[in-house]
Nanobody
Framework: QVQLVESGGGLVQPGGSLRLSCVAS????????MGWYRQPPGNQRELVAT???????NYADSVKGRFTISSDNAKNTVYLQMNSLKPEDTAVYYC??????????????WGQGTQVTVSS
């Protein structure tokens, strides 16, 4: 089995910063990409940012220039540095990893989610 554990969410004022972390563990042979998605209240889950195992990032237009995704492949860890946060960034943030597991299956795995609330 593969597990993803997120940390770093919380309450922050508009204009503030937060850093999310996600560690993947378990029966992982290799990782294609990791990333972050979010689900605002009453809305569907949406892409925030992804990063491939060669370090190529991809961002949603709404977070470009404010958020930075990075990873440590040796630790199967992905980070999301969020700056200049806005109230519309309020959401549950989910970590995602596309991995090859020990059964040689390529699968998407998800974390349990961490709440980010931007409010004064």
């Amino acid at each position: 089995q593969v597990q993803l554990v997120e940390s770093g969410g919380g309450l922050v004022q508009p204009g503030g910063s937060l850093r999310l972390s996600c560690v993947a563990s378990g029966r992982i042979l290799s990782t294609y990409a990791m990333g972050w998605y979010r689900q605002p209240p009453g809305n569907q889950r949406e892409l925030v940012a992804t990063i491939t195992n060669d370090g190529s990032p991809n961002y949603a237009d709404s977070v470009k220039g404010r958020f930075t995704i990075s990873s440590d492949n040796a630790k199967n860890t992905v980070y999301l540095q969020m700056n200049s946060l806005k109230p519309e960034d309020t959401a549950v943030y989910y970590c995602n990893a596309r991995v090859v597991n020990s059964w040689y299956q390529t699968r998407d795995y998800w974390g349990q989610g961490t709440q980010v609330t931007v409010s004064s």
